[in-house]
Every structure is written in structure tokens, then in C-alpha cells.
């Protein structure tokens, strides 16, 4: 491990080209393309894949219903200000001359 740590230094105190730094993701990615992988693996894993997109869009829709659901809410307790009922009565007027 101390041999890493002094590559690492000597390496970003020169900027010698001998070796390279590379975060952890660059690593996954990499070591990812280079695995072999058959047809019913990748089907797998897309399939697993789409389940989570799927569970993810299920739990974000409960909780937009429910923001609705407590906005309306909201809306009934709290009184309607000026631009509101201008605005309300403004229709009913069009609806009324109709």
C-alpha cells in the first residue's frame, strides 16, 4: 500500500507519465466492458434493470398522487385571495353570456 502512495505522489508532484490516476468509476466501467458476458446474462440484467425503473416510476407516482392529494387539500382550508375570485368570477361571467 505505501508503494501505491509514493507512485502517487511522484506522480503528481513531476507529472511523470509513468502512471495514471483513475477514479473508482473509471475502474467498475472499465473492468465492466471487459467482462465476458453470454445472451442470458445481458437479458438478465436488462430485465433487472427495467424492474427498478419500473418500481422507481411506481414510488414516484404514489408520491406526486399524494402531493396532489395534499395540495388540493390545502386548497379547501385556505381562502381564495383577490386574483382568485377576480379570476373566477371573470369566467363565470364568460360562461354566463354564452
Avoid: G, Y
Amino acid at each position: 500500500m505505501d508503494d501505491l502512495r509514493k507512485i502517487r505522489q511522484k506522480t503528481e508532484k513531476n507529472n511523470q507519465n509513468d502512471a495514471v490516476i483513475i477514479s473508482k468509476a473509471d475502474l467498475d466501467r472499465i473492468k465492466d466492458a471487459t467482462t465476458i458476458k453470454t445472451k442470458d446474462q445481458l437479458i438478465q440484467e436488462k430485465k433487472l434493470l427495467e424492474e427498478q425503473k419500473a418500481a422507481a416510476l411506481i414510488k414516484s407516482k404514489m408520491r406526486k398522487t399524494k402531493m396532489q392529494e395534499m395540495d388540493a387539500m390545502r386548497a379547501t382550508r385556505v381562502k381564495p385571495n383577490e386574483f382568485q375570485v377576480a379570476e373566477k368570477n371573470k369566467a363565470e361571467t364568460l360562461l354566463s353570456k354564452a
